[in-house]
Every structure is written in C-alpha cells, then in structure tokens.
C-alpha cells in the first residue's frame, strides 16, 4: 500500500512539475509500449492462463517485494500456484499512473531498493493499478515494466 501512496503523490508532483507539450515523444512511446504490455498481462491472468501470461512477462522477476524469481520454469509455477487458488475471470482494472522508477527509487527502504534493482533500472517503469473482483475491490498493485527498445515487459508486482 506503501508503494500506491508513493505513485500517487508522484503523479501530482510530476504533473506539476513537467508540462504536457514538453513530454518527448521517446517518452510518449514508451510509455505506450508500457500500457500495451499491462493491459496485455493482465488480459493473460484474466484468462488465468499460465502460458499466455509467460509471454508477457520476463526474469529477473520482482516477486511481492519478497524475492527475486531468476528462472522462468518457477515464475511460471508461481502463476499456476496462483491460478489454482484464486479466480481472475471477472478481473476488472484501471492504469491509474505510469512512472518512471527512478522517480520513486529513493523513496523505497534499502532492502526493498536491493530487490527493485535487481529487476528494473531507473528508466524503466512502476505502474499503479486498481483492480476489482468479487472478492477484492478496489485493490491496488504495482507492476514492473521493463522496456527495451520498443518492447516492453512485466518484471515484477507487489499487493
């Protein structure tokens, strides 16, 4: 929760901070590229399908703010675990804010920073979401996005 307090307050300060017509367009198609591959994971756990899921993702892998999953073959038993236990079917979610992560790498604890590192660099990407199911409303999470290039990858969440 920590983490949806801290992109909250810096959409604020950013949105302050830089004015629309001054965003480059590398930042604007970046940023796109980010929303596709969220979108796109979260379309993959809707479906609670642990193969399409894997092609959204990548390692190193940020796993709840706990450890970091190297390995494919485990980041994709993680997901089977997950799909066994809960049901995404009705998922429902908004992108509430993109932000760069060396906007809030700082504002993290030493450990936590250690991990984030460990998956991301300071120009890649936390994105804030709100998700719905029946069990769960207005939860919100943290994705990681990697990007490279014009390709962009989820590497990481914490509830």
Known sequence: MRWAILVLTLSVATA??????????????????????????????????????????????????????????????????????????????????????????????AEERRLLDAAISPKDHVVLISMDTQVNKNRKIVLLVRVAGETAKVVGLKE
Do not use: C
């Open 16 to 109: 302050a901070l830089v004015p629309s017509s001054k965003i480059r367009a590398a930042e604007v198609t970046s940023e796109q590229a980010v929303r596709s591959a969220v979108q796109t994971f979260l379309d993959a756990v809707r479906s609670q399908n642990s193969d399409a899921v894997m092609k959204t993702v990548d390692v190193p892998w940020f796993h709840m703010g706990e450890e970091i999953i190297k390995e494919r073959d485990q980041l994709k038993s993680e997901f089977d675990v997950l799909f066994r236990r809960r049901t995404f079917s009705d998922l429902r979610y908004e992108i509430v804010r993109i932000a760069p992560y060396e906007m809030i790498r700082d504002r993290t604890s």
